[in-house]
Nanobody, 115 residues
Framework: VQLQASGGGLVQAGGSLRLSCAVSGSDFEVNTMGWYRQAPGKERGLVATITPSGSIINYGDSVKGRFTISRDNAKNTVYLQMTSLKSEDTAIYYC?????????WGQGTLVTVSS
């Protein structure tokens, strides 16, 4: 199973970015998909997760109301729409998926928010 994340970059505070993560190489249904992030000197933490039907979505406290996670099961892709970005959102963003009870991480995409 391979995860390919894209969409990171440099954005000014208050701006928006959309991350994508495409999953390939799986013969089984992709279960929960999500995004985590790690800022310099900090531990990796939850941004958002979404179940296959989209019925259960969890957000980290710091992104609630600003970020929206979604998925396209036909494309095995998860998205993260980020709005009202703040300098403290600067981090490497990692996508994460569960497939057949195994957990996989993407390579990470850097988001830099300038103030």
């Amino acid at each position: 199973v391979q995860l390919q994340a894209s969409g990171g970059g440099l954005v000014q505070a208050g701006g928006s970015l959309r991350l994508s993560c495409a999953v390939s190489g799986s013969d089984f249904e992709v279960n929960t998909m999500g995004w985590y992030r790690q800022a310099p000197g900090k531990e990796r933490g939850l941004v958002a997760t979404i179940t296959p039907s989209g019925s259960i979505i969890n957000y980290g406290d710091s992104v609630k109301g600003r970020f929206t996670i979604s998925r396209d099961n036909a494309k095995n892709t998860v998205y993260l729409q980020m709005t009202s970005l703040k300098s403290e959102d600067t981090a490497i963003y990692y996508c994460n998926v569960w497939v057949k009870f195994r957990n996989y991480w993407g390579q990470g995409t850097l988001v830099t928010v300038s103030s």
